[in-house]
């Protein structure tokens, strides 16, 4: 109980933490917010049930009026602007991506973690803010879709980086990769 | 760590959480039930006036929040002047305008401690279903705290790089990033059940 809490409490501080660090120049020169790799690696790390749930206290914080955001933005104004959809997502895509995780026990821990963290963290996470962005600017959804699709490749080589990463937590700290404890 | 709570003090500022967010929550329905040209942009300079009332700096602190926007407010300019559709544009990017300025007030006003008791309030009917909200709480007050450690763990992690490295800090620093977050849970919760546990 106090380990799942802990974990929980401290991914978002991770996600949080991610954001803060200036300029992480990820690949191809492109400098890109590791935020939303962090909401990934809830997924991959903590499973479905837990990522979720750190991702939810991330955007609960993050509304309550703490900078947390890349950029340093926070507060209820979340909620009224066009990427609305892609905050409120972050649980969701961190829940997703844990729950395809663990549909993939058998698989290598690297490969599977990437697969999930293409869906949950690109799939899922674009769905909601592509959501939000016809709702705010009310447009529909190729105009909406067209506006997103530049960051995609940024997000591919951050779900391959997810992946690569949760190998190495894997060997680095075996225990505590929930997603692959039964 | 610093919220985004405004330092001068308003008369807002002692008014109670939960009726300024039931207010935000109303005004957000009327802004977007409303389609008029003219009174979206008499909500907007209302709203001007809210910020100019305690004074400049809280205006320009105001008004450094919502700078955030003008991509948005500039793409859908562009789209429409494209589309010639110019009184529909005026109307979505002056509701957008005055929705988040609105929120960031309410932000503004209203001290994190006070939010928290809201989200409390909020939470109590959990307890029917068997989650407790002092865990919420808990879990919070740990993010709050361990927000700052960890991105100064993280500052010196890029310092560690550039001290080997000609190289741009690259992605390669967040796995011991995560190595560390985790490493803090395990000793956090050690420490809780060392106390009796929760």
């Known amino acids: 109980m106090e380990r799942s809490l802990t974990l929980i409490a401290l991914f978002a501080a991770l996600i949080a933490a991610l954001g803060l660090i200036p ?18 690696l809830c ?3 903590l499973g479905a049930r837990r990522g979720g749930l750190a991702a939810l206290l991330f955007v609960a914080l993050v509304l309550l009026g703490l900078p947390l955001l890349a950029g340093g933005r926070g507060g209820l104004g979340i909620l009224a602007t066009p990427s609305v959809g892609f905050v409120i997502g972050f649980p969701i895509a961190a829940f997703f991506t844990g729950f395809c995780m663990e549909q993939m026990p058998r698989m290598q821990v690297g490969w599977a973690a990437g697969i999930s963290a293409a869906l949950g963290g690109i799939l899922v996470l674009y769905f909601f803010g592509i959501f939000g962005l016809m709702m705010m600017l009310q447009k529909g959804p190729v105009e909406a879709a067209a506006l997103v ?34 | 760590m610093i919220s985004l709570t405004s ?28 389609q008029g040209m003219l009174l979206q942009a008499v909500f907007l300079f209302v709203l001007l ?28 300019a562009v789209w429409h002047l494209i589309t010639w559709d110019i009184a529909v544009g005026v109307v979505i990017g002056l509701r957008m305008i005055t929705a988040v300025g609105l929120a960031n007030l309410v932000t503004m006003t209203t001290r994190l401690e006070d ?6 309030w909020l939470c109590a009917p959990l307890t029917w279903v068997g989650v407790k909200p002092e865990r919420i709480a ?32 690259g992605w390669r620093i967040v796995l011991p990033f995560a190595v560390l977050a985790i490493d803090d849970a395990e000793q956090i919760a050690e420490a809780l059940r060392a106390r009796g546990g929760l």
């Open chain 1, 23 to 40: 300029k992480l120049t990820l690949a191809f020169g492109v400098p890109i917010t590791a935020q939303s790799l962090g909401v990934m």
């Open chain 1, 43 to 45: 997924g991959t790390v």
């Open chain 1, 149 to 182: 699709v530049a960051f995609v490749p940024g997000d591919i080589i951050k779900a391959i980086l997810a992946g690569v990463i949760t190998a190495g937590l894997a060997r680095a700290r075996p225990a505590s990769v929930l997603s692959r404890l039964q």
């Open chain 2, 7 to 34: 330092p001068v003090e308003t008369a807002a500022h002692r008014w109670p959480a939960g009726a300024k967010l039931g207010f935000l929550c109303g005004a957000t329905v009327v802004l977007f039930a409303v």
């Open chain 2, 49 to 76: 006036g809210l910020y100019a009332a305690p004074g400049r700096q809280f205006l320009r602190v105001g008004m450094q929040r919502l700078w955030v926007l003008w991509p948005f407010v500039g793409l859908i």
């Open chain 2, 115 to 120: 939010m928290m008791n809201v989200v409390r």
């Open chain 2, 138 to 169: 808990l879990a919070m007050a740990l993010v709050i705290r361990f927000t700052p450690v960890l991105s100064g763990k993280g500052k010196m992690l890029t310092l560690a790089w550039r001290a080997r490295s000609a190289k741009r800090v």
